[in-house]
């Protein structure tokens, strides 16, 4: 028998059977896993495995390529603060839609899980979570192999007049160095290189480039699609002041 214990995030629940559930979690030390949860869609539970929740999960299986039981516990509950805000639960359908779609299964990115930790926490702070989850973006493409490098141009080695993204590198571009490749770069805004006042739009814009390397590098190998999830949060955030 294999056994271990870990804390994570709700990710996605599914019926199975008449009381059971699969829940899908996001470990600090076991990545995405999934597991079977006896009782996980009856009353006592149900409203514990919500997703964004934190809960201790201890996952036992007679294999280790076997989906296995979780017997979980309660740490965290979020549906307060998702429910709170139309922002907030777009937020949290977006983060979990993410991970799901991105992540492979199994593997741990103990970075990633601690600042997705921090981003949930953020639920109930509209002020601070548009521009928490743009920098939360960059850490997931970093994560899986394909960090953006926005420090200086990629043509002449400027670390000003950066305006542009290559769509092919994924590094900053001067103005002046992209002459008639102008209209084929990706937007590089200064609240993407951590400068500048972090509005609405400007994070909507930015959230623009990052999402087209989450869907062409991350998803490529899948339906190659944003999450719907994302389209709505970037949405509400571009209507902010």
């Not at 997705?116 to 926490?121: A, E, S």
Request: proline content about 6%; hydrophobic content about 50%.
């Amino acid at each position: 028998m294999i056994e271990w214990q870990d804390e994570g995030a709700v990710l996605a629940v599914r019926p199975y059977g008449e009381a059971a559930a699969i829940v899908e979690v996001f470990t600090a030390r076991h990545g995405r896993h999934a597991g079977l949860v006896r009782g996980g869609a009856g009353r006592r539970l149900s409203p514990v495995l919500q997703p964004g929740g934190q809960i201790s999960v201890t996952w036992k299986a007679r294999l280790d390529d076997q989906l296995g039981a979780y017997v979980v516990e309660p740490l965290r509950s979020r549906a307060a603060q998702a429910m709170g805000a139309r922002l907030a639960l777009a937020g949290l359908n977006a983060v979990t839609a993410l991970l799901l779609a991105t992540l492979p299964e199994r593997d741990a990115h103990p970075a990633l899980y601690a600042r997705t930790v921090g981003l949930l926490d953020l639920l109930d702070r509209p002020d601070l979570w548009p521009l928490a989850y743009l920098q939360w973006e960059l850490v997931l493409l970093e994560e899986l192999g394909f960090a953006l490098d926005l420090a200086s141009c990629a043509v002449t080695g400027a670390t000003e007049g950066l305006d542009h993204v290559s769509p092919r590198t994924g590094r900053a571009v001067s103005a002046a160095a992209a002459g008639d490749w102008t209209a084929r770069m990706l937007p590089l805004p200064p609240v993407l290189r951590g400068n500048g006042a972090a509005h609405g739009a400007e994070i909507a814009l930015a959230l623009g480039t990052t999402g087209y390397f989450i869907e062409h590098r991350l998803l490529r190998q899948t339906d190659g699609r944003l999450p719907p999830a994302r389209a709505r949060l970037v949405g509400l955030i571009a209507a902010q002041d």
